[in-house]
């Protein structure tokens, strides 16, 4: 990357400061981006010798976010000293960072060392940067391959948050169904639930099921990286969850399916988040041109409504009971671990945490 200009000055904002979030709101404006200082950690700002403003850049963890330089400076080395920056805040303590943009200005990260990961035109594209890159997930994935006789290859992916008996149901259904089930467990920790714990508790659950093998999703499958909407409190669909979701998919097709062989992968019809709703339809849509069926069942339920409508399980409506206190309406959700769990101390944390929250995650 480029050395510093210097004919420009870079300083660093507080986002917590009104005058700051201010500037660089106006500034990003005049260019098309709506800031939003909730959704980062760090904003830095580029000024001239004249102290003008000519470009800015923000990065939430490992996700680089509002890179833009005016227009009269584009030729100048403004947008390389942004990133710059950005990228080695970022590798002070992350081996990778990653950055959705528009298709046509992908090259210009390129150009910077960047490489393009997967594309939802027309509104962007994701790349990545650093010490590891997919190419190392895929040698993890190379690494935990289970040899099988037959192509009956399937997998699928949970976040778990927590687990319940419809999790269960739709795993022990792929098991039975086919010769290995790749269960890749989310492992962004932005969930009520953490990771560990998480995986934890899908472990002790799944314990009589020899042909699944459990994996990490790692950065590259439903990760605040790839699919930050999946994340957000909001359980909102719009048109970039859709191209978030088509990214995450495209994503799986070309680096995760060839490692592993995958021939099918199942998925809970989504009664509650048009987010993950969407990402079904991602899914429908592009995995069978990889040659991947997916197989969508029917969410388990657990007798009916007031309105005799099912009761169908989800992980939405444990956290919902334990906020609320009203654990013995979905105490049949649970699997006896989760059971277990929630109804020991350990659990005192986790649950007041859950009291405290206002998302859906």
Partial sequence: ?????????????????????KLVSEFLKKLGFDYQPSEVECTMILYNLNHQIIGTGSFKQRTLKYVAVAPEFRETTAFAQIVTYLTDKILETQKHCFVFTKPETAKLF???????????????????????TIVDYQKYLA????????????TIVVNCNPITKGHLYLIEKAAAEN???????????????????????????????????MLSSGQYIVSGSIFPNYFLKNESWNHVSQKQAEVDVKVFAQYIVPVLGIKKRYVGTENYCQTTAAYNRAMHLFLPQSGVDVVEITRKAV???????????????????????????????????VKKYLLSTESEKIRLKIIESTGRH
């Fill in 303 to 337: 007798g009916t409504l007031i309105d005799d409508e099912p009761n169908f399980i989800s992980a939405s409506k444990v956290r919902a009971a334990i906020k609320n206190d009203k654990m013995d309406e979905i105490i049949d959700f649970l699997p006896e671990p």
């Fill in 1 to 21: 990357m480029l050395a510093e200009d210097t004919d420009f000055r870079q300083e660093q904002l507080d986002v917590e400061n009104p005058f700051d979030v």
């Fill in 179 to 213: 010769e290995i089930v790749y269960l890749f467990v989310v492992k962004e920790d932005m969930s009520a639930f953490p990771f560990k714990l998480r995986w934890r508790l899908i472990e002790e659950s799944i314990s009589h099921l020899y042909n699944v093998k």
């Fill in 143 to 154: 690494e935990n391959k289970v040899d099988t006789k037959t192509d009956k290859i399937a």
């Fill in 110 to 132: 390129m150009g910077l060392g960047f490489t393009k990961i997967a594309d939802a035109e027309p509104l962007f594209c994701v790349l990545e940067f650093g010490y590891k």
